[in-house]
């Protein structure tokens, strides 16, 4: 389990990181939607292989 941790604006740069927003997919503690990696990867290559065949159409 990864634990992170709030730091203040001023010491994280002031934007949100995009590393725990990923994250938060895969963690069993929280309250958002579970996602296995390999339907995250099967999407992604899914996705990926459409648009190459769709680009050849064009």
Do not use: H, Q
Not at 16 to 41: C, W
Not at 48 to 56: F, K, R
Request: no cysteine.
């Amino acid at each position: 389990m990864v634990k992170f941790t709030k730091n203040k604006p001023s010491e994280a740069g002031g934007g949100p990181s995009s590393a725990i927003g990923i994250m938060r997919f895969f963690d069993a503690d929280s309250k958002s939607p579970k996602l296995s990696p390999y339907f995250v990867l099967g999407v992604s290559l899914i996705f990926v292989i459409a648009m190459l065949i769709w680009g050849t159409m064009i």
